[in-house]
Structures are given as structure tokens and as C-alpha cells.
């Protein structure tokens, strides 16, 4: 299947018989009188998945999804229906529920439907899409995995690993006249290890992935030191060394200290602490703990926070967002003074701001939100080992899971999944898992050191809110934080 | 449901002609509402209906899923031309397979998980169930200056579930919920909190006012909140909170954790896993239950099961698979969604309410944290180690003191369900997992 993204349109035309004459007539009728703004977002998507355990590929699937989705926008009233029957009297029928939130008035507004465009950027063109790739060599590559995490320590008692990979079709026309496509294809690898030592058990997990082609696992892994060492044998040395780390893993600290983050994805931090309460509907609800701080310091003058969904072959980026904005380069934060939020169409139109091509959706169930693409700080000039050595007691902590926030209160947190014990700059034992804790408008503020070696995560994240979830990316300069509350048991 | 039974045969029909030894067919079917309204404005409204289908075959010990939304002739042709290659690419597992034709169940017990009157409602009235709770929410304080907004939802659903080894299974359930959040001010600084109601049937829930009553006094009592001093300490867990405890107990008995070394709680059948306090039911027979079901997910029969008795593991979570891993037959607990294989799920996991008050729980504490919200998934599963970041109130004297924020509680959930020291009375049954106030003897809070 094609990747390139001036087929979309092409693709809708011949697989649901649609013209721009029925786009017109659909978007005629959302739009009545009362209504600022309509779109219609049409999607197709194929998903397959292919997961080992026990040293056997036991699960294979293959989903199918497509339908249609049709907002209507009044102020800041937003009427939405889907279908998943993508059929004229099917768009006419949800047009007519979208349109509720317009009190009155019946009869439909012309809409000229211009012709149709690419999206301005082409990020992720392929020559074969990964859903393309013989299913058998997905199988394969699940087996070396099993092998190699297996050899990498007698302890590794259980592995399993899994390769998902989508490819999506979609095209959005709105009422202004534009109509956009795009095709994005999708792929994530997973591995996770069970180690066992007597009755000591320990997990470790690695993966990655993008919006790239099949042969991304099978290319350099570009770590220092393995020259030659494959991205899915990274992968996979990766989750079994964490966990037979951790059957080494003494009792976390708990209380406030000295934390120092790894490069990559402890990038976690700006997602949770600043970029969460950076998206513009809760700034313009003023619900957010940044509403109506544009221009003041929010963080100290090391850090510049940008987000980025043009990133070629990147996770987290898109051509276009879902509302059809081509996406951007975002500064958020410059030299910790805030700059801008992350927007899309209906809270930039409150806020009589500018797009930014952040309004995304899960899929055509759902409305769109201003929502992440990948979000990182700049470099900074510290050497990362002299970050290290200028701690005098803390948590070096170099691998997460998850993360949430309370976008309110500003609270957020973020879980170790790999941290060590330092002491007078000295790098010591492992620790267990533990959840640190902090204050977005405050957390960056306390930030004193930025390594030099910015890196982006592997391509793993995904994240949620509202009930959607959707692909995103992070990545952060080894950053040395004076002081935040670690949740362990030690005291 | 417009997808007929014979359908279903139909196409499981040609999948045997095509070699396959077994299968199954999931449809699900759906419609759903919902309304946000926002400082007295409608936000929001949106309405869905949506299917999917899921087909499963069986290559001898080879099988595949597929689903699809597309339940065209020619899209479903496609679907099981797409399942038979895949099962041949699978690899053999042995254990796999459905369950044998006796097992199924005959017995559809009826659950009464079917609202009939929220279709009469229009979509004015159902959307000034939220435009009330939101009203109610804000009269009640003027710091309470701010709202995330009042929702109303409700859906429907349809399912039907067909075997090639004759099992026929049909099964429809609504819901409706409302839910409020407000947001209070004070000095620069804002606090939010939320509550809500959610059931089978619109006469069930809670009244707009109580939701919006409650969620501003939610939201009033974190006014103020502070950091305290890292301790070990007592630790009442709210009901509302008490029951993600629940929750992680049932990840821990689920046989697939289990037969993956993934769980704390292996080989702990029959073994004290919590005090003596702790008993715990699996009832999917429950009338009105948000977690009942007249069949599990693989067509065999519902039926209530002691889990935990008296801080007794009695049973684990089990369904055809991962119970044949473990040597166990099916304790009926499997779950199914149209797109995977089936999985493992507790229905209606309840706790038996003890006999304090959470009053008294409170007057018990001399100093300690009483936890209203949890965030974060610092939770690790294999090894049961628990850190997660927490707010509340600080209990002083047996008082509810002042409002505290950005802790986090730690411990190891092993220790923490044989630290249960008072069981509360509180429980609230109409929901899918439930628990009374909790108290743990003692846990890390950390803070400054």
C-alpha cells in the first residue's frame, strides 16, 4: 500500500464512491446559519499485531476500521457525530446530529470545495509500509528476539516481545474549502524480560519504533561502543539488562532530593510537568496551572522546550494534525520564559491565537484536542558526566513508565523504572522502581544543569487523555533538578 | 442487532469448508450519547453508533483474529480469506482452543441490565441533568469560581457470540452516567476535583444535586493543601480509593499473569495473602451490576465465587486457556472484545464491608494520611512494589486536620493487603469492584 500522501484522496474517491460534490452538499448541510466552522474527517485504517510468549508467536491479528466523523463548531459549542459507514445518507444523517447545537434554523450554506492539496510537509513517505512486510518475517524476527534475550543471561526466564504495525488512510475537508489527505503508516517492537534468581523476580522492558519502513530494526543502533549492533538486538540487550539489574535493586529513597534524568526518554518530564497544562483548552478554560502566564518565567533560563511534530520517521509526528493544520515547530518555552501554547482550530479561534497544528484525534470516534506531537528540551553545554559528579546525594534516574498530571493543581508524576543512588558524585547501587513527584510551574524553575546530549526517545509513548490516545514522542538532555520528592521506602 | 445468528453460522460454516477445525464469531453492536455543559453552555454534544465484528479460527493448534467494521458481504468474504492465512502463520500452541460443548451454559440468567426508559428521554432533558449538577456544584461556595464541566452520558449495547462447537449467546446492557468537575480558587492557586454517578439505569443514579454537592465539597476540602514531612505512617485509603486496591489484586490472580510469572501472588492458592479481614466475592449475577453478565466471554456459565476468604486466596481469575496453563478448569472469568482473544476479568468484585464507620477508622489515627486521589502507575506487578503519588487530608488526634498534596505513598502490595487493620462499612455495591474505607497499619509518605 502507498504511503504517499497525495493518494488519499484518490483512496476515498475510489473505495466509498465519494466526490467533492457530496463533501459539499455534507458540509452545506452541517453548516447551516449559526455555525462557525464544520469538517468532516474520514479514516481508514488497518492494524495487525504479532506477539510471542513461551518461545511461540501465539497471537496474531489483523483489525479493520474505518467511518467518519462530522463536527460542527458555534463559539465554543462543538456538536460531533461518527459513523462507521462511510455512505452519503450516512454523512447527511450525522451532519444532522452535529448541527444540533445550533438552537435553530434549517437549510444548508454553500461550501466551495477548492482542490484538493497534499499536506505541506511529506515526512514518512515509504517505499514498502511495514503492514506490507511478509507476516513471516515479523515471526522471525519475534523468534531472534526470543533467542538472543535467552543467551544474554541464564537468569532471563521468560520473554516476550510483540510487533504492532498500522497503516492509516485519512481526509479531512472543512467548510473553509480545504481539503487535506494523508497516509501514515505506524510500528512499535516490545520486549520484555522476566529474570529469576531463587525467589527474587524482576521485569525489564525496552522497545521502539516510528513511522518508518521494516528495515528500521534491522539498521545500526548507533549506541556508542556496538558497532554493528542491530536496533531490535539493542532492543532486546536493553530489556534483559534491566532486568537483571534490578534483581541487584536495593529499597528506593524516599523523600526530597537531588535528581538527575537521563537523556531520552525521561523526556517524560516536559510531557507530564509543562506540556500537558500547555494545551490551549485548559488555558482557555483557565483550568490550567499556566493559564494566563504567556511571557512570564516558568522555568530557569537553561531551558528551552519545544514541541516538534516535523521530525521526519518520528513517532509522534504527522504531515498534517487531524483538522488538516500542517504541523509546526512550537517553542514553548524559551530560556524558561513561557512563549506559547499548543493549539488547535476551535481553542485558537477563542483565544484569537494562532494554529499550531496540535489539533489531534484518536480516530474518527473521537473530537479533536490540542494534543502533544514530540515534545524535548533543547542541549545545553554541561558535560553529562560532570552533572553526574557535581551530586552530592540523590537519584540518578535514566528509564520511566508512565507518567500522569493533575493539570489543575500542576501536580504531576513520573515512575523510575531504572534509577541509581548517588553520592558525592559517585553513580551507586540500582534502585527499585519509585514514583517521583513535583510541581509543573515549579519543577523546571529548579533546573541547574542541561547535559549536551539531547536524544529522543526509542518510540514508544503514547499518550492519553480525555479517553484518547494517541502516538507522541519525548526527549530531554541529561538535566540535573535541585530538588524533588522521591517515592520510595528507604528513609 | 441487524447481524443474525445465521449469519454468523453461515461464515463459520465456510471457514470449515476452508480447513479450519473451529471458530468463533464476537459482534458487538452500539449506540451512544453524550452532553458536556460548561459554566451553564452546552460544550458538547455527541452521538455514535458503531459494530464490529471479530472472527477467530482454529487450525488445529494454529488460530488467528481478525475484526472489522465492515460487515459487508464482501468485506467479511475478505476477513476470512485474511484469518485463514494468519492462522497459518501462527505458530502451534497447544493449549490453545474453545472450550468443550459441555461446559457451555444453557442457563441465561436474566440480569436486568437493560434500561428502557432513557430512550424517552430528549436530548434537552438529558442535558439538563448536567447543566443541574454543574448548577448545584458552584452554588455551593463562591471560590468555586471555575468548572471543567458537567457531563452526561449514556450508551447501549448489543452482543452476540457464536462457536462452531455450538454455543449461541446474546446479550445487551446500557448505561448512564453524570459527572461534574469544579475548580476552586484561593490565592492564586486552584484545586480541582470531581464526582459522579454511574449505572445501569437512569432511576438509579444519583441525583444532579448530590453529584454537584458532592463534587464541591470534593473540591472545597483541598483548598489550602500543603507538602508534610516524609514518614511512615498509618494510611486510610478512601472507598473510592480502596478500590484500585481491589483492582490490583485482580491483575494478580489473572491467569495470564500467573502462567507468565508476571504476578506477586504466584502459587499462593489456598495460602493467607491479607488479614483476616479481607474477603472478597466475584458475583456476575448481580441484577443491575455494572460487571454482570448472563455468560463469560467464552460462553460458560456465571456463577458467584468466594475469591478471598478471610485472607484465603480461594481462587484465582481464570478462563479455558489460562486456566489449561495452570492445570484448573475455567472459573469463568473471561473477557472478550471483538479484536483479541479472550482475556481475564473480575465482573462484580466485591469486598465484604466490616464494621466501622470511616469515622472511626479516622479516630483512629494519631497522625497519618487519609488519601483522597492517586496518581501515576508506579505500580510493578511481578514484584508488587508500590509508589504512587498521592493527595489528601492529614489526620491529627483522629481529626481530619488540613488538606495535603504532592506525596507519594510507597510500600509492597503483599505487605499492604496483610497491613489491612480496619475494614470499613462503607461499601457501594452497584459497582463493578468495590471496597470500603481501607486502613493500612503503616506506609511510606513521602514528602519534603
Known sequence: MTTDPREANQFFLEKYGLSSASLDSTLGRVLGRQIDYADLYFEYQVGESFSLEEGIVKKVSKDIAQGVGVRAIAEEKTGYAYSDEITVSQLLSAAKTARYIAEAGQGAVPVPIHSVSAPKHDLYALKKSPIDVPAGEKVDLLQQIDRLARAYDPRIKKVMASFNSSYKVILIATSLGNVVGDILPLMRLNVTCIAEEGTNRQVGSFGGGGRSAFDFFFEPSDVKGRKGEKRFEYYTREAARQAILNLSAIDAPAGTMEVVLGPGWPGILLHEAIGHGLEADFNRKKSSAFSDRLGQRVASDLCTIIDDGTIPHRRGSINCDDEGTATSRTVLIEKGILKNYLQDRLNATLMKMSLTGNGRRESYAHNPMPRMTNTFMLAGESDPEEIIRSMKHGLYAVSFGGGQVDITSGKFVFSASEAYIVENGKIGKPVKGATLIGNGPDVLKKVTMVGNDLALDAGVGTCGKDGQSVPVGVGLPTTKISEMTVGGTAQ | ?448
Open chain 2, 1 to 448: 442487532m441487524q447481524f443474525q445468528v445465521s449469519q454468523a453460522k453461515a461464515l463459520l460454516k465456510k471457514a470449515m469448508e476452508k480447513g479450519a477445525s473451529g471458530g468463533d464469531i464476537l459482534v458487538g453492536e452500539g449506540e451512544s450519547f453524550s452532553a458536556q455543559v460548561r459554566l451553564n453552555t452546552v460544550e458538547k454534544v455527541s452521538n455514535a453508533s458503531g459494530k464490529r465484528l471479530g472472527l477467530r479460527l482454529f487450525f488445529g493448534k494454529r488460530s488467528a483474529i481478525t475484526s472489522t467494521s465492515d460487515l459487508s458481504e464482501s468485506s467479511l468474504n475478505q476477513l476470512l480469506i485474511d484469518t485463514c492465512e494468519l492462522a497459518m502463520i501462527a505458530e502451534e500452541d497447544f493449549f490453545c482452543g474453545l472450550p468443550s460443548p459441555e461446559a457451555y451454559t444453557t442457563r441465561f440468567p436474566e440480569l436486568d441490565t437493560v434500561d428502557t426508559e432513557i430512550d424517552k428521554l430528549s436530548i434537552e432533558e438529558k442535558i439538563s441533568f448536567a447543566r443541574r449538577a454543574e448548577q448545584a456544584a458552584l452554588a455551593e461556595d463562591k471560590r468555586l469560581s471555575n468548572s471543567d464541566g458537567a457531563d452526561f452520558s449514556n450508551a447501549y449495547s448489543e452482543k452476540l457470540y457464536v462457536t462452531s462447537n455450538g454455543f449461541e449467546g446474546f446479550f445487551k446492557g446500557s448505561s448512564a452516567s453524570l459527572s461534574v468537575a469544579s475548580i476552586a480558587k484561593l490565592d492564586g492557586k486552584m484545586q480541582r476535583d470531581y464526582w459522579y454517578s454511574a449505572k445501569r439505569k437512569l432511576s438509579q443514579l444519583e441525583s444532579p444535586e448530590s453529584v454537584g454537592r458532592t463534587a464541591a465539597r470534593r473540591t472545597l476540602r483541598r483548598i489550602g493543601a500543603r507538602k508534610v514531612s516524609t514518614a511512615k505512617v498509618p494510611v486510610v485509603f478512601e472507598s473510592e480509593i480502596a478500590v484500585s486496591l481491589l483492582g490490583h489484586l485482580a491483575s494478580a490472580i489473572s491467569g495470564y499473569a500467573l502462567y507468565k510469572g508476571a504476578s506477586f501472588l504466584l502459587n499462593q492458592l489456598g495460602e493467607k495473602i491479607a488479614t483476616s479481614d479481607l474477603t472478597i466475592y466475584d458475583d456476575p449475577t448481580l441484577p443491575l451490576g455494572l460487571g454482570s453478565r448472563p455468560f463469560d466471554g467464552e460462553g460458560l456459565p456465571s456463577c458467584k465465587k468466594t475469591i478471598v476468604e478471610k485472607g484465603i486466596l480461594k481462587s484465582y481469575l481464570l478462563d479455558t486457556y489460562s486456566g489449561k496453563k495452570l492445570g484448573l478448569p475455567s472459573t469463568g472469568n473471561a473477557v472478550r472484545g471483538t479484536g483479541g482473544p479472550p482475556s481475564v476479568a473480575p465482573s462484580n468484585f466485591q469486598m465484604l464491608p466490616g464494621n466501622a464507620s470511616p469515622e472511626e477508622i479516622i479516630r483512629s489515627v494519631p497522625s497519618g494520611l487519609y488519601v483522597t486521589e492517586l496518581i501515576g502507575f508506579g505500580i510493578n506487578m511481578i514484584t508488587g512494589d508500590y509508589s504512587r503519588g498521592a493527595s489528601g487530608i492529614w489526620i491529627e488526634q483522629g481529626e481530619l486536620a488540613y488538606p495535603v498534596e504532592e506525596l507519594t505513598i510507597a510500600g509492597n502490595l503483599k505487605d499492604i493487603f496483610n497491613q489491612i487493620e480496619i475494614v470499613g462499612n462503607d461499601i457501594d455495591t452497584t459497582k463493578a469492584i468495590s471496597a470500603p474505607t481501607l486502613k493500612i497499619a503503616k506506609m511510606m509518605v513521602a514528602g519534603n
